[in-house]
């Protein structure tokens, strides 16, 4: 596995002078840390402001969202090539405030992440139990569910080019984390699930991410954890002290 991979998920938070001055910021203060792969997902429309400011660094950005659809008359939309051309590596796909706040169904998820890849970006692709799943015992059933139908018709090149985020609904924004033990768990059945759809020792490429309430205090003993290769970060990646903190882990 690579080298541990720390994402912050901005959501609707930031203008495009706040953005560029936290870009400015981070780029400044890891200018010599190379053994992280360290992205951001600002909102979109500080996306081609982000990525002039991080040219040259090794910082990498991402969406946080596109459209199922290549182009045409879809009002309000992005597409896949847009951000491509704004300079995004990554985007992020079936997140859980996209699934219950939006209502994105697995299918929608899956048809995102085949244009992505089309394009050329990599999918962070979320998944994740609600409280009410994982008290009525459903939590291995819903991920698998997530992670089959998500990934419906993919080939193992394909598979190779993802990045799988397991984040419990419960956990996100409440700052009720996961144990370590609770996340390793969920990594580890998704990495015997990746193997056994996809072939032995194909998961030992991918990614699998935890989010969910990361934060400074918690970052080393998730990271502690056989299976979890990085986090995802939300409101505590808006603030740069605590954001460095955790890739400096
Ligand atoms: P949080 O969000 O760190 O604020 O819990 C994580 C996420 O939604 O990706």
């Known amino acids: 596995m690579g080298v541990p991979f720390i994402a912050g998920n901005w959501k609707m938070n930031k203008t495009i002078r706040e953005a560029v001055d936290?870009?400015?910021q981070l780029r400044n203060?890891?200018?010599?840390l190379d053994d992280r792969e360290?992205?951001?997902?600002?909102?979109?429309?500080?996306?081609?402001?982000?990525?002039?400011?991080?040219?040259?660094?090794?910082?990498?950005?991402s969406a946080q969202n596109l459209s199922d659809k290549a182009e045409g008359a879809y009002t309000g939309e992005v597409s896949a090539r847009m951000l491509v051309d704004a300079g995004c590596r990554y985007v992020i796909i079936g997140h859980s405030e996209r699934r219950n706040l939006f209502g994105e169904k697995d299918a929608v998820i899956n048809a995102k992440i085949k244009i992505a890849l089309a394009s050329g970006l990599k999918p962070i692709?979320?998944?994740?139990?609600?409280?009410?799943?994982?008290?009525?015992?459903?939590?291995f059933s819903v991920i698998e569910r997530q992670i089959k139908?998500?990934?419906n018709n993919l080939n193992r090149d394909d598979i190779r080019r993802l990045v799988i985020a397991y984040e419990p609904v419960w956990a996100i924004g409440t700052g009720k984390t996961a144990t370590p033990e609770q996340a390793q768990e969920i990594h580890a059945f998704i990495r015997h699930l990746m193997d056994?759809?996809?072939?032995?020792?194909?998961?030992?490429?991918?990614p699998i991410i935890y989010g969910g309430s990361v934060n400074p205090k918690n970052i080393s003993v998730?990271?502690?954890?056989?299976?979890?290769?990085?986090?995802?970060?939300?409101?505590?990646?808006?603030d740069i002290d605590s954001f460095i903190q955790i890739i400096k882990f």
């Open 29 to 32: 203060l890891i200018a010599e």
């Open 196 to 206: 056994a759809t996809y072939g032995e020792h194909m998961a030992g490429d991918i």
């Open 222 to 238: 998730l990271m502690a954890e056989r299976d979890i290769n990085g986090v995802l970060v939300g409101g505590a990646s808006l």
């Open 149 to 151: 139908e998500g990934l």
């Open 38 to 61: 360290v992205v951001i997902a600002p909102p979109f429309t500080a996306l081609y402001p982000v990525a002039e400011a991080l040219k040259g660094s090794n910082i990498h950005l």
């Open 125 to 139: 692709f979320c998944v994740g139990e609600t409280l009410e799943e994982r008290e009525e015992d459903s939590t």
């Open 22 to 24: 936290f870009t400015n």
